[in-house]
């Protein structure tokens, strides 16, 4: 095992970590308006998300970069993008990425425990 594997090991992925410097980096430079509502709602997707697969979160993050930066260029207004409802527009933007939240790994515990009870009784 070489040196930067052992670093892996410890302290994950570096290029989840390099990509999140860059996604944070982007989203900086944004004109404010733009900024603060990527801000805003890359917040709550840290908390309702519950995306525990660090390359799932940084492709989400990078996306919504991406989406915030091109709607900054062609001037579209903030509420344009998320609508009038930014809380469905969060959680519809994370559908897209629930392969990552801690709890699919949950349903699939739960339909596989409840599997495994219904063969138990044939």
Known sequence: MNINELLEKVVGDLGDKRRWRAYKARVAALPEPYRRATEAIERYLTY???IVKGDVIVTMAD???DLFEQAAADGTPVRTIVGEDPVAFAEDFLRTYADGQWVNKERRRLIEAIDAAEKSQS
């Open 48 to 50: 309702y998300g519950s």
């Open 63 to 65: 996306d919504l970069a």
